[in-house]
């Protein structure tokens, strides 16, 4: 069972332009949430994170939006740039304690055209 | 090391063949876990260790499937009997292991084929 959904399986936006990933989740007992990226033969590397008692989350070039009462988050990536390229995995976790296993999503793959 | 790493980086096996992975996660993480990814499909946790703490099976797929971790490093994931659904990438995770938040730093993963 599927507790963490991203149903766009691919993305393509123009260098410069704004990407936005969107993920949503089923299990309100969620209150870490993660993004991580990963390219080809690679493993996931983190990029960025949001606690369920904030509702954004700013880092450089990306923002995560958390939107509990939807059980929806998004990764905007602005400007975007042709090393964006990659698959972008959501990921949650239950409990504020060190150690639980993160859910995952099953990725968007995102192309920036230059 | 700098990172986690992993080992070997591809593997092909037949179908009924045991097989062992190996980890090493990043010096001086005291939590290590390991997930697969299947064709089209996300990261799916199976094991988790905590310093010298019995681990969290719970997400092992069958009793064909085990894992140990010696001297609180180095990870071996154990799949007997390999089965073609088996097929996928293992990938090994570690973290700081102190209580909070934390990130979890990926290997590069092996890749595992079955036929």
């Known amino acids: 069972d599927q507790q963490v959904k991203q149903n766009s399986p691919s993305l393509s936006v123009q260098e410069g332009r704004i990407s936005i990933l969107n993920c949503d989740y089923t299990?309100?007992?969620?209150?870490?949430f993660l993004w991580y990226k990963k390219y080809p033969a690679e493993g996931p590397t983190f990029l960025i994170s949001?606690?369920?008692?904030?509702d954004k989350n700013e880092d450089g070039r990306f923002t995560v939006f958390l939107n509990k009462s939807a059980k929806h988050l998004s990764l905007h990536i602005v400007p975007s740039q042709p090393g964006d390229s990659a698959v972008y995995f959501c990921?949650?976790?239950?409990?504020?304690?060190?150690?639980?296993?993160?859910?995952f999503g099953k990725g968007t793959s995102l192309l920036v055209t230059p | 090391g700098a990172g986690v790493s992993q080992s070997p980086s591809n593997k092909v096996t037949e179908k009924g063949k045991d097989v062992e992975l190996r980890c090493d996660p990043i010096?001086?993480?005291?939590?290590l876990y390991w997930y697969r990814q299947s064709l089209g499909q996300g990261l799916e946790f199976l094991i988790y260790?905590?310093?010298?703490?019995?681990?969290?099976k719970s997400g092992l797929p069958s009793d064909r499937f085990s894992a140990e971790r010696t001297g609180g490093s180095v990870s071996t994931l154990t799949i007997q009997r390999t089965q073609q659904e088996d097929s996928a990438v293992y990938l090994c995770?570690?973290?700081?292991?102190?209580?909070?938040?934390?990130?979890?730093?990926f290997g590069p993963g092996t890749r595992l084929l079955v036929l």
């Open positions: 995770a570690s973290s700081l292991g102190l209580a909070g938040r934390e990130t979890q730093y």
């Open positions: 299990n309100s007992m969620f209150d870490y």
């Open positions: 949001i606690s369920s008692i904030k």
């Open positions: 990921a949650a976790r239950e409990g504020d304690i060190s150690g639980y296993a993160l859910n």
């Open positions: 010096s001086g993480h005291t939590a």
């Open positions: 260790f905590q310093g010298n703490s019995a681990p969290d």
